[in-house]
């Protein structure tokens, strides 16, 4: 498919356009049965979130595995108080961050932000139960569509390279390698185009997540309605890492302005029609 820059760009920017959209995919009380009542047995699709972190690793270079431990208390944490929590998050600008993250900093950050919080038992059809691994964060039926892949730079006791957060295994396993910076500001208009007056570098940037939907599944549940959900289930996890950030006093700054193609393919999932990244933060 050929492209036209000129029409693209206008047509981004035509709300009429956009407005139809919404209605396309609103949830009407007209046909709701039909279009956005759940399809399929639930069942199934808590064995599919089995299979989810081997489908996704095979994308890698290697699967090695490094423990997330959840090894901490109260007293690890600069603030514990969620009401100083709330009024001192902010979103750092990247070159007011210090680039002083470490391991156990991400450990910590990792368990609370979108770890397993308990585990619940489910009865199915067949009369069957089973332990589900709930997180701590809310999800659309459960789906946990979000995959959290992170970017190690200079975090003290963890290599640098991209890495994928299997929470139901409370470990990182390992997708690539080092970058070099010139590689990684290539992935946002911001660093590659100097677009923030004071951001020339990413110097002062420990960690780069990205939140990853993979809607293999949660389509054939939700059909449409996963785009919204998937949308959600980022923000659920954005809001926990800049609030436990702000909890361990370091800096947080979550950031939609990316190249998609460059960073799918950094995460080696550009050719996989069902993942796709919807957002990132910068810690620091």
């Known amino acids: 498919m050929i492209h036209n820059p000129i029409k693209d760009h206008l047509e981004f920017f035509d709300f009429e356009l956009f407005y139809e959209r919404l209605l396309e995919d609103e949830s009407r009380s007209q046909a709701w049965r039909l279009h956005h009542l759940r399809q399929e047995d639930f069942s199934k699709h808590i064995m599919h979130r089995k299979k989810l972190t081997k489908s996704f690793v095979e994308k890698g270079a290697n699967e090695t595995e490094i423990p997330v431990k959840y090894s901490f208390t109260e007293d690890d944490f600069f603030e514990t108080s969620i009401l100083d929590i709330l009024h001192k998050r902010r979103s750092i600008p990247l070159y007011e961050m210090s680039n002083n993250w470490t391991y156990q900093d991400l450990e910590k950050l990792l368990s609370l932000s979108a770890g397993i919080s308990h585990q ?9 139960s089973e332990d589900t691994a709930l997180r701590v964060y809310p999800s659309g039926g459960l789906m946990y569509s979000v995959n959290l892949c992170l970017y190690s730079r200079n975090v003290s006791g963890l290599p640098d390279g991209m890495y994928y957060y299997d929470a139901n295994q409370s470990n990182l396993k390992k997708l690539g390698g080092a970058r070099t910076d010139a590689e990684l500001e290539e992935m946002f208009p911001m660093t590659d185009f100097n677009l923030e007056s004071k951001t020339k570098e990413i110097e002062n940037i420990s960690v780069m997540m990205f939140l990853v939907v993979d809607f293999e599944r949660s389509f054939q549940k939700y059909g449409r309605l996963a785009y919204r959900l998937g949308l959600l289930e980022a923000g659920h996890i954005a809001q926990n890492i800049q609030l436990i950030s702000t ?25 996989d029609k069902y993942k796709h990244c919807f957002y990132t933060l910068f810690l620091g």
Do not use: M, T, W
């Not at 619940?120 to 069957?128: F, T, V």
């Not at 979550?254 to 080696?268: I, K, M, N, Q, T």
């Open 120 to 128: 619940k038992q489910e009865s199915h059809k067949e009369n069957k």
């Open 247 to 271: 909890a361990i006093n370091r800096n947080s700054h979550p950031y939609c302005g990316f190249y998609a193609d460059r960073v799918e393919e950094e995460l080696g999932i550009r050719k």
